[in-house]
């Protein structure tokens, strides 16, 4: 199995990169079409959520965690 990473960006994303399989609550499967480097919208602004579409750098997302 190779590894998942996920990148907290700075006042963005969360940048995944690895094989992965992203599901609803329902059990669907989102296409990623091949993908294995995405974005996962956690501002809520996305309209292509789960996914970002860029939305947090019009709509005032601030968050900078940092890893202690
Ligand atoms: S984090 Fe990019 S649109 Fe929400």
């Known amino acids: ?3 998942v990473k996920v990148l907290v960006k700075d006042n963005g994303p969360f940048l995944v990169t ?3 399989t992203i599901t609803d609550a329902a059990g669907n499967t989102f ?3 091949g993908k294995e480097t995405f974005a996962l919208c956690r501002c809520g602004a996305s309209a ?3 996914f970002c579409d ?3 750098k019009t709509c005032g997302f ?3 965690e ?3």
């Open 1 to 3: 199995m190779s590894e």
């Open 18 to 20: 690895g094989t992965v």
């Open 31 to 33: 296409n990623l079409n």
């Open 48 to 50: 292509k959520r789960p």
């Open 54 to 56: 860029g939305a947090h």
């Open 62 to 64: 601030e968050s900078a």
């Open 66 to 68: 940092r890893a202690v």
